[in-house]
C-alpha cells in the first residue's frame, strides 16, 4: 500500500503520457459517447408542446448535457482490460511486479481525466449557453460535485475492477459487465432522468448504486437538493463506493487464489 | 456469377462453424441481446407514457421503426462490424497479404469473414414488435407495402454496407483511426427515431450527409403505406450509387495499400 502510494505520481505520469500518445483514438472513443444527445432528441421533440412532469426543452437539454458530462468525466475501461488480459495470460507478468496492477489501471484512467477534460470543455460551454438557468446557483452544491465526481468515478472504476476480476474465474467475465451496464443505463439516469419513471421504478432506482454513478452529480449540478440532503446522499455514494471497495478486494485475492495462468 | 455464390456460401459455412464452437457464448450472447432490446424499448415506452404522439409519430407508428432499428442494428453488430474489424486487425499485423492472395475478391472475401450468429435474436425481436405494433394499429399492411419495405430494407443494408466499407477504407491510409468503426455503430444509435424527430441541419444531415434516415425511417414509412412512390425511388437509387461509390473507393485504398511487414 505505502510503496503503491509512493509510485503513484510516476504511474499518473506515465499513464497521462500513454492517454496524449493514443490521442486519436482517445477522442473517438470520447466522440461515441453520443447516447445522452440521442435521447436528448426524443425528449426535445416531446416537449416542444410543453413541458413533461416539470422537464421543459431547456431543463431536458441541461439534464442530458450534465449527463454527458459526468460520463465524460468518470470514464474508466478497466474491465476490458482486465478481461483481455487474463485470457491472453499478459496477466501473469503484471502480477510479478510487486505493486496490485489494480493500481496501475485505476492510475491509467485517473490520468486520462485532462485529456477528457478538453473534450468536455466545449460542453460546458454550450450547457452555459443554452441552460444556464436550469443549473444549481448554490456554490456549495458545486463544491460538493468534487467528491460526488470522484465517488462516481470511483464507484465506476470499483465495479469494472471486481467484475473484471471475476474473468480469473469464468470466461464470461466481460458479458456480466455488459449485463451490468444494461440495467446501469436505465437506473442509472443515463438514457431517462429518475423522475420520469413511474413511481414503484423509481423508488428502487434511488436505493440502487446504479444512479450514484451519474444520476446523483447531475442532481448536484441542476440543484435538485437541499444542502442537507445533499450531503445525506454523498455520504451514501461514498458508502457504496467503501462497499464495492471491499468486493473488489474480496474478489480479487479470492480470484488469485484460483488462477492458473494461461499461456507463457 | 455461380462462383461468386459459392464462395459466399463458403465463407458463411466457415464463419459460423467458428461461431457455434462456442456453445455456451450462444446462451449468454442471446440473452444478452434480449436485455439490450428492453433497454433500447424503456426510453420509448416512459416518453409515450407522457405524450400520445411525439413528432407526428404515434406509438405504434414508432415501434415500426424501432423495429427496423433493431433488426439493422443485429446485421451491423452481427456480421458487418465484426467481419469488417478484422481488416483493421489484419493491416494492423500485415495479414492482409493473405486474404488479397486469395482468387476472389478481397473485399467479398473480407465482408463475411466473421458472423456472430446469437443476433438472429434480433431478428425475432424485430419480428415481435412489428406484430405487436400492426396489431396495436389494428391492420395488417398490403402485400405491396411489405414489398416496397423489402426494397428499401436492401437499400438501407446496403447503405449500412457501405458506410462500413468506406469507414474500413479509412483504416488502409490512417491505421490508427480503427476505432472509427465503432464510432459509427454508436452514431447509428440516432436511427432509432423517425427522422421527423430532428429539425434544422440535424435534419438535412441524417437524411442526406449520413442517411440514417433512409436505414430505418424509409421503410418504416413503407410498411405503414405512407412513403410516397418518388421518395422510394430517390431513397434505392441513392443507395446504389452510394454502394458504387464506396466500391470505387474500397478499389483504389486497397491500390494504394503498402503492405505492413514486408
Same mark, same amino acid.
Request: no cysteine; aromatic share 12%; glycine share 2%.
Given at each position: 500500500m505505502m510503496a503503491a502510494l509512493k509510485a503513484y505520481p510516476q504511474m499518473l505520469k506515465t499513464g497521462f503520457a500513454e492517454a496524449v500518445a493514443y490521442r486519436a483514438e482517445f477522442l473517438i472513443w470520447m466522440f461515441a459517447t453520443n447516447m445522452p444527445l440521442v435521447m436528448l432528441a426524443i425528449w426535445a421533440a416531446a416537449a416542444r408542446s410543453g413541458p413533461i412532469a416539470g422537464y421543459s426543452q431547456t431543463g431536458f437539454t441541461a439534464y442530458y448535457l450534465c449527463a454527458l458530462l459526468v460520463r465524460l468525466m468518470t470514464g474508466a475501461w478497466v474491465v476490458w482490460e482486465l478481461t483481455m488480459d487474463i485470457r491472453q495470460g499478459t496477466f501473469a507478468l503484471q502480477l510479478l %511486479?510487486?505493486?496490485?496492477p489494480l493500481w496501475q489501471r485505476s492510475a491509467d484512467n485517473l490520468a486520462a481525466i485532462p485529456m477528457r477534460g478538453i473534450v468536455a470543455l466545449p460542453v460546458v460551454g454550450i450547457l452555459l449557453w443554452l441552460a %444556464?438557468?436550469?443549473?444549481?446557483?448554490?456554490p456549495l452544491q458545486w463544491l460538493l460535485l468534487c467528491p460526488a465526481l470522484m465517488g462516481a468515478w470511483l464507484l465506476y472504476f470499483l465495479v469494472q475492477a471486481s467484475i473484471g476480476t471475476l474473468a480469473l474465474r469464468f470466461e464470461s467475465a466481460s458479458s456480466l459487465f455488459d449485463a451490468w451496464l444494461g440495467f446501469s443505463n436505465i437506473l442509472s439516469g443515463?438514457?431517462?432522468?429518475?423522475?420520469?419513471?413511474p413511481r414503484a421504478v423509481r423508488d428502487i432506482a434511488l436505493f440502487l448504486?446504479? %444512479?450514484?454513478?451519474l444520476s446523483y452529480p447531475i442532481e448536484l449540478m441542476l440543484g435538485r437538493w437541499s444542502r442537507g440532503e445533499a450531503l445525506e446522499l454523498l455520504a451514501a455514494q461514498w458508502a457504496y463506493v467503501a462497499l464495492f471497495f471491499m468486493i473488489t478486494r474480496f474478489a480479487w485475492r479470492s480470484g488469485l487464489r484460483h488462477y492458473a495462468a494461461y499461456g507463457g | 456469377m455461380m462462383r461468386l455464390l459459392r464462395v459466399i456460401r463458403a465463407q458463411l459455412r466457415a464463419s459460423l462453424a467458428l461461431a457455434l464452437q462456442y456453445r455456451l457464448e450462444f446462451l449468454v450472447e442471446g440473452l444478452l441481446a434480449l436485455l439490450w432490446m428492453a433497454v433500447t424499448l424503456v426510453p420509448l415506452l416512459v416518453v409515450f407514457g407522457a405524450r400520445g404522439t411525439v413528432a407526428g409519430w404515434s406509438f405504434a407508428e414508432m415501434l415500426v421503426v424501432l423495429g427496423w432499428f433493431v433488426a439493422l442494428k443485429g446485421v451491423l453488430e452481427g456480421t458487418l462490424s465484426p467481419s469488417l474489424m478484422q481488416v483493421v486487425e489484419h493491416v494492423r499485423k500485415g495479414t492482409l497479404d493473405f486474404v488479397l492472395l486469395k482468387p476472389a475478391d478481397a473485399q467479398l472475401l473480407v465482408s463475411? *469473414?466473421?458472423?456472430? /450468429? $446469437?443476433? !438472429?435474436i434480433d431478428f425475432a425481436g424485430a419480428a415481435v414488435i412489428f406484430t405487436y405494433a400492426f396489431r396495436q394499429i389494428g391492420h395488417a399492411p398490403s402485400a405491396a407495402d411489405l414489398l416496397l419495405s423489402a426494397a428499401l430494407l436492401l437499400a438501407a443494408v446496403l447503405v449500412l454496407y457501405s458506410i462500413a466499407i468506406l469507414v474500413v477504407s479509412i483504416a488502409f491510409v490512417a !491505421?490508427? !483511426?480503427?476505432?472509427l468503426l465503432y464510432l459509427f455503430q454508436s452514431v447509428f444509435? !440516432?436511427?432509432? $427515431? /423517425? *427522422? *421527423?424527430?430532428f429539425r434544422g441541419a440535424l435534419a438535412m444531415i441524417f437524411t442526406y450527409v449520413l442517411p440514417l434516415a433512409l436505414m430505418t425511417t424509409y421503410p418504416a414509412l413503407a410498411l405503414l403505406g405512407k412513403l410516397n412512390a418518388r421518395t422510394a425511388l430517390g431513397a434505392l437509387l441513392g443507395a446504389f450509387v452510394f454502394a458504387g461509390l464506396a466500391r470505387l473507393i474500397w478499389l483504389s485504398s486497397i491500390r494504394r495499400y503498402t503492405s505492413a511487414s514486408s
Open positions: %511486479r510487486p505493486i496490485n %444556464r438557468g436550469e443549473l444549481s446557483h448554490d443515463y438514457l431517462i432522468p429518475l423522475d420520469l419513471f448504486p446504479f %444512479r450514484f454513478q | 463475411l *469473414s466473421k458472423i456472430e /450468429p $446469437w443476433r !438472429v !491505421v490508427r !483511426v480503427d476505432n444509435d !440516432v436511427a432509432r $427515431w /423517425p *427522422s *421527423s424527430v
